[in-house]
């Protein structure tokens, strides 16, 4: 089965600022039951992260 992965980002809100503070790669290859497989604090890690595990067969 080939796994399906996103990215999306932690995000600090206070009052009208949004500040992103890192990024979680989420495993969504089964849909009901996404998993949070990891947290890094770029975009681009985070992105790679995603792509390694989209690579990866179990």
Known sequence: MSRQARIQP?????????????WLVIDETVPENEVVVSEHTSKKEAVQAAEALEQRED
Do not use: C, F, M, Q
């Open 10 to 22: 932690v995000i600090d809100a206070d009052d009208l600022n949004e500040t992103v503070t890192g």
